[in-house]
């Protein structure tokens, strides 16, 4: 189901503890951790600068991932009021962050309640349920490319076989001739062929999994 339905949407889990935050739109997690505000509202609670992604890798950040679609999240806003958010569904704010970011200001629930049951916001739930939709169908691809990756990677691994193949071809055809050397270029000739076939085998496997 959406999460841009008329309703607001059931209880998530904290992106940090995993306890149900309140169904709302703005929920602060009951153990402190921090607040949600989804993506609907954002508009109205976070300031543009709060919203804008940060730029910077921060390697060190622990990204948490959405409550949503569990997708990990990504960095927004400005140093030290930094907050992580998936652009679908939300934002998460740490309780220790909330101070620099406009959430500060406090959120007037009664106002923000009147907002969502009123048409003022059809057009962001538009928006948003298109988002939605698009990582849904990025998702629902996401094995097709892998397997297609793979089939790449087999064939990027066959080709170089071939080619160790055909130096060692080229190398033992070289072989000096003599009494000692007959034998171990018998040898290494049936090993050469066993190879040849292999090749053609896992060739023929590729081949078909297309």
Known sequence: MSAYRDAPPGPLACPRCRKPLPPLEV?????ACGTWVSAL???EVLTEVDRRPDPVTRWWRVRAPCPVCTDKMRLYGEDPGLLQGCAVH????DGDTV???DLARGVDLTSLAELIESPALNAER?????????HDREMADQPRQREQAARERAAITAATAKRAFTEKLRTALCFPSGPGNAALLAE??????EKVVELEERIRKLEASR
């Open 188 to 193: 290494q000739l049936v090993a050469l062929i």
């Open 126 to 134: 538009a928006r948003l349920r298109a988002l939605e939709a698009e």
């Open 27 to 31: 929920a602060a997690c009951t153990h």
């Open 90 to 93: 939300g934002y998460f704010v």
């Open 99 to 101: 101070v620099y970011t």
């Open 41 to 43: 509202v954002a508009g």
